[in-house]
Structures are given as C-alpha cells and as structure tokens.
Nanobody
Framework: QVEVVESGGGLVQAGGSLRLSCTASGLNFEVATMGWFRQAPGKERDGVAC????????YYIDSVKGRFTISRDNAKKTLYLEMNSLKPEDTAEYYCATTPAANDEYCSGSWARNWGQGTQVTVSS
C-alpha cells in the first residue's frame, strides 16, 4: 500500500521561506520520478517542480525558478521543496506525487499519481 505524507506547510509573510518534506512508503522511491504540485482555491492542481530518480534532472515552472529548489534523499525516501522569497500567489495546498518524467509535459497534475494528503502554504502580503 502506497502512503505519501507531506509536511512543513504554514503561514509566512511575503519574502519568507518554508521547507516542505514528503515521505513515501510502499513504492520504489529510489527509482521514481517525484514532483511537487499545488492547488489554489478554484484552480486546477498544477505541477511546481519535478525531479528524476537520481536528482540529475529537475524541472521548475517559470514562476518559481530561482526561488524554489527541489531535492531528494533516496536513503530516507524523502522529497523536499525549499521555498524562498515567497509571494502571496504561492498560497495553495501543496502535494507530493509520482510522475512519469521531470519535464514540462509530465510535471503536471494530470499525469501525477500516488497523491499525499497535502500541506497548506499561506503567504500573507
């Protein structure tokens, strides 16, 4: 049984930082492409950043490039998202999931599987 658990969300002022974590069990984390996705109220769940099994290939959406960093620790079966210079428009529920590839086509909500329950990130202005 696959279990994915996100943590690290919270309320932060604009310009602040948060670090999200995601632990996964019941799947071959070491060989899985993983990603972070987010869903704001009334919007679709979209990809934010994805990383391949080795960490050598990463993908970011344009709006977070230079501010967010995705990384992974395969020994701990944990995925991370370091978020700096946060903006109010980053406010959303953030989810961790598997995805076929770390590129613009597959780092999307429609391709992701094995969702966690999410962690809320709220950025105040």
């Amino acid at each position: 049984q696959v279990e994915v658990v996100e943590s690290g969300g919270g309320l932060v002022q604009a310009g602040g930082s948060l670090r999200l974590s995601c632990t996964a069990s019941g799947l071959n984390f070491e060989v899985a492409t993983m990603g972070w996705f987010r869903q704001a109220p009334g919007k679709e769940r979209d990809g934010v950043a994805c990383i391949n099994w080795s960490g050598m290939k990463v993908y970011y959406i344009d709006s977070v490039k230079g501010r967010f960093t995705i990384s992974r620790d395969n020994a701990k079966k944990t995925l991370y998202l370091e978020m700096n210079s946060l903006k109010p428009e980053d406010t959303a529920e953030y989810y961790c999931a598997t995805t076929p590839a770390a590129n613009d086509e597959y780092c999307s909500g429609s391709w992701a599987r094995n969702w966690g329950q999410g962690t809320q990130v709220t950025v105040s202005s």
